[in-house]
C-alpha cells in the first residue's frame, strides 16, 4: 500500500528557513500530482502548494514569495522550500496526491518562534 512520510520539520526562528521531504513509496510516483497541505493548531488542513507530475507549480497567496514546492522523481520526493517564515507559519504539514491516497503521513511539525 501506499506510504507517505514528511521529515524536515523543526524549531525555527522568525525569518528563519527550512526544507520539509516527503518520501512516498508504493505509488508510481513520477506521474503523481503531489500537494502540501498545512494545519494549524484548532484548524482545518489547509492547501499550500502543489506541483504537478510534469513541474507545474501553484503556490498559494498566503505563502507565494516565501515557499516554493519542487519534485525528485528519482527518489519519489516532494520538497517544500520555506524561507521568511512567520509564526503564522506554525502548524504540522502534510504532503498527498491529488487526488489524495488513501491514507495520510504523520506530518511534520513547523513551530516558528517571534
Known amino acids: 500500500q501506499v506510504q507517505v512520510v514528511e521529515s524536515g520539520g523543526g524549531l525555527v526562528q522568525a525569518g528563519g528557513s527550512l526544507r520539509l521531504s516527503c518520501v512516498v513509496s508504493?505509488?508510481?510516483?513520477?506521474?503523481?500530482?503531489m500537494a502540501w497541505y498545512r494545519q494549524r493548531p484548532g484548524g482545518q488542513r489547509d492547501f499550500i502548494a502543489r506541483i504537478s507530475s510534469s513541474g507545474f507549480r501553484v503556490i498559494d497567496a498566503s505563502v507565494k514569495g516565501r515557499f516554493t514546492v519542487a519534485r525528485d522523481n528519482a527518489v519519489n520526493t516532494v520538497y517544500l522550500q520555506m524561507s521568511s517564515l512567520k509564526p503564522e507559519d506554525t502548524a504540522v504539514y502534510y504532503c498527498?496526491?491529488?487526488?489524495?491516497?488513501?491514507?495520510w503521513g504523520q506530518g511534520t511539525q513547523v513551530t516558528v518562534s517571534s
Open positions: 508504493g505509488s508510481i510516483f513520477s506521474t503523481d500530482d
Open positions: 498527498n496526491r491529488i487526488p489524495p491516497y488513501g491514507t
